[in-house]
């Protein structure tokens, strides 16, 4: 599966972390695709 993580936009609190979280909890235990979407927003 590919998952791309776009946000809204604006400061948020942990919004760093919780993207890392994700990112490696799909990668390790599920084998996902990860994408990073340059200029998404």
């Known amino acids: 599966?590919?998952?791309g993580i776009?946000?809204?936009g604006?400061?948020?609190p942990g919004l760093n972390a919780a993207i890392r979280?994700?990112?490696r909890k799909?990668?390790?235990h599920y084998g996902?695709?990860?994408l990073g979407?340059?200029?998404g927003w």
């Open 1 to 3: 599966m590919r998952v």
């Open 6 to 8: 776009l946000t809204g």
């Open 10 to 12: 604006g400061d948020c």
């Open 21 to 23: 979280a994700v990112t």
């Open 26 to 28: 799909g990668i390790v």
């Open 32 to 34: 996902f695709d990860i």
């Open 37 to 39: 979407i340059k200029n």
